[in-house]
T-cell receptor, first 113, second 117 residues
Framework: AQSVTQLDSHVSVSEGTPVLLRCNYS??????LFWYVQHPNKGLQLLLK??????LVKGINGFEAEFKKSETSFHLTKPSAHMSDAAEYFC???????????FGTGTSLTVIP | DAEITQSPRHKITETGRQVTLACHQT?????MFWYRQDLGHGLRLIHY???????NKGEVSDGYSVSRSNTEDLPLTLESAASSQTSVYFC????????????????FGPGTRLTVL
């Protein structure tokens, strides 16, 4: 069975400081992993995805994530937070057929000016 | 540009009424999904379809139904709306995969906010 745990429900950072959003997954095989972002009252937008190529994945808006199989983690990072990064972030693992998604409960990121 | 749209964007209904939420995609994707989003739960899968005439139950399918008569549309019906179905509903689509194991990106609609009084 697949599952995702986002370790922090809320994260606050100051503008210009690094962002770290933590995600651990459970899977019986090598999954695909995704990070999506949801701005207030909007749909979900793909930030980045891991599908067995390079373990360090670069996404949009300066975000990146590192797949660590030994730690079953896929943490999202950004070197310097911007006010526009304030949003809800979801870590997602694909199911065994690759077609279904399993979502974490989300991390709300607040950026303090 | 290809897109996925949902209608209505907001709806208020009464307990016991039948409600249908529309989802239309122009990506020509075989896979379509319905999720509900509730605080503290992330997104949970209601129903999904891997092609025309194919429908499958997800994690929270009780009280919901879908039908797939063409590639573009997957309407979600609440047979008899309940207050517990007050939520934000998202439709998504993705390409189908030739091989199992590797996930394809899902494209999401803007959501429908449903309130059941």
């Amino acid at each position: 069975a697949q599952s995702v745990t986002q370790l922090d429900s809320h994260v606050s950072v100051s503008e210009g400081t690094p962002v770290l959003l933590r995600c651990n997954y459970s899977s019986s095989y090598s999954p695909s992993l995704f990070w999506y972002v949801q701005h207030p009252n909007k749909g979900l937008q793909l930030l980045l995805k891991y599908t067995s190529a390079a373990t360090l994945v670069k996404g949009i808006n300066g975000f990146e994530a590192e797949f660590k199989k030994s730690e079953t983690s896929f943490h999202l990072t950004k070197p310097s937070a911007h006010m526009s990064d304030a949003a809800e972030y979801f870590c997602v693992v694909s199911g065994d057929t690759g077609n279904q998604f399993y979502f974490g409960t989300g991390t709300s990121l607040t950026v303090i000016p | 540009d290809a897109e996925i749209t949902q209608s209505p964007r907001h709806k208020i209904t009464e307990t016991g009424r039948q409600v249908t939420l529309a989802c239309h995609q122009t990506w020509n994707h075989n896979n379509m999904f319905w999720y509900r989003q509730d605080l503290g739960h992330g997104l949970r899968l209601i129903h999904y379809s891997y092609g025309v005439q194919d429908t499958n139950k997800g994690e929270v399918s009780d009280g919901y139904s879908v039908s797939r008569s063409n590639t573009e549309d997957l309407p979600l019906t609440l047979e008899s709306a309940a207050s517990s179905q007050t939520s934000v509903y998202f439709c998504a689509s993705s390409e189908s995969l030739p091989l199992a194991g590797w996930g394809n990106e899902q494209f999401f609609g803007p959501g429908t906010r449903l309130t059941v009084l």
